[in-house]
């Protein structure tokens, strides 16, 4: 077989998505999901949605979504860019922002797909070990050169949380260097960044409908900056697609949008179940850091990751592990509902014996 792979293509190790194995049904916490679904709002405009008018292309920058996400986050709609899901406005913000000869900065732990990104546009890397809590240290950050930063808060795959003050705080000691919050978990949190955007010419707020919303399958994220910030993302943007939203997803999230007090209302689902199954993980004897996120990591307990991971599976719960040195010992839980957990919970004390 020839090859034609690029040398950027064949040189990459791309990033690899949570398993969605279809040879029975299983109870999926693997990949952080929402296990309650969209708003019925989100679900009505999907129903009444024209579908003859989808010989028409979508708005360019999805102007109305824009609208209503602005309003929303109390900004103006020209600090708003929207993208299909929010890896693809990470990855434009790579494009965008970062150059071969500054290096960009983020956690040894924290989302893989920071460094993929970074090594398929050739940006040297500053990778910063986490704290002994698991937390990012943003004091070694600040100290460390670099063109900007990706910080995941709450971090994935720990869930650990910066709180909104020590954010400031570390944006205004970097006022020369971008800081890039991805806050696709904030609202499992409550700590967001998002009002700040108008007030730090240095900061970008990045967001998903995956988690918060539900609306995993609808590939919709957006980022919050100030409108230099913007405009560099859409620059790109117009460089690789001109309509990344499209009409059905732009109207679906816009009603998901309107209904937030439905996102509230099943988060705060999601966080009593999260402190239900920390206790109970924390009582088995497992290590699990506090978490502002709708996931748990938790190990070091009397089975490792890798072999809890295999034996869940076998019981039909499906969790994340990575078979790397600083994650092995660990597994990242997505919290599902309450019946999802309580087996998720048997099944663990069955394995444990
Ligand atoms: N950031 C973090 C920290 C994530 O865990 C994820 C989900 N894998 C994303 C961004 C991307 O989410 P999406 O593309 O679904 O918006």
Redo the contacts with the bound molecule.
């Keep these: 077989m020839k090859d034609f792979l690029s040398e950027r293509a064949r040189g990459i190790a791309p990033y690899t998505?949570?398993e969605q194995p279809a040879d029975r049904r299983y109870i999926k916490l693997n990949?952080?999901e929402n296990p309650y679904p969209p708003s019925p709002e989100a679900v009505a405009a999907l129903r009444g949605f024209g579908a003859e008018t989808l010989n028409r292309y979508p708005q360019p920058c999805s102007d109305r979504l824009r609208q209503v996400i602005a309003q929303a986050e109390g900004v103006a709609p020209e600090n708003v860019f929207c993208s299909?899901?929010?890896?693809?406005?990470?990855f434009l913000s790579f494009a965008a922002f970062f150059d071969r000869n500054a290096p960009v900065c983020y956690a040894d732990i924290?989302?893989s797909?920071y460094a993929v990104y970074a090594a398929f546009f050739g940006i040297e890397s500053a990778v910063v070990p986490l704290n002994k809590d698991y937390k990012i240290d943003l004091a070694a950050m600040a100290n460390t050169p670099c063109k900007g930063y990706y910080i995941?808060n709450p971090?994935?795959?720990t869930g650990v949380g910066i709180p909104r003050a020590e954010m400031e705080e570390f944006i205004k000691s970097v006022p020369d260097r971008l800081v890039i919050a991805?806050e696709?978990?904030m609202d499992f949190y409550g700590e967001s960044l998002s009002g700040a955007v108008l007030k730090y010419e240095n900061l970008l707020v990045?967001?998903?409908?995956?988690?918060s919303y539900s609306l995993?399958g609808i590939?919709?994220?957006y980022a919050l900056g100030s409108r230099a910030l913007i405009e560099g993302l859409t620059r790109v943007k117009d460089c690789m697609n001109s309509y990344p939203v499209d009409s059905v997803c732009a109207a679906v999230c816009a009603a998901a949008v309107a209904d937030r007090a439905y996102r509230d209302k099943t988060a705060r689902l999601v966080c009593d179940e999260r402190e239900r199954l920390r206790e109970e993980l924390l009582r088995l004897g497992f290590t699990v850091p506090q978490s502002g996120a709708n996931f748990l990591f938790a190990g070091k307990g009397k089975i490792a990751g890798g072999a809890l991971y295999a034996r869940l599976k076998e019981k039909g719960v499906l969790v994340r592990h990575w078979d790397t040195p600083a994650l092995s010992e660990f597994c990242r839980i997505t919290v599902g509902t309450r019946e999802e957990n309580d087996i998720l919970l048997k099944s663990i004390k069955t394995i444990l014996g």
């Excluded at 299909?84 to 990470?90: A, C, H, I, P, Q």
């Design positions: 998505a949570g990949t952080n299909n899901g929010s890896d693809e406005t990470l924290t989302y797909f995941a971090n994935a795959p991805d696709a978990y990045v967001k998903t409908f995956s988690k995993a590939r919709c994220g």
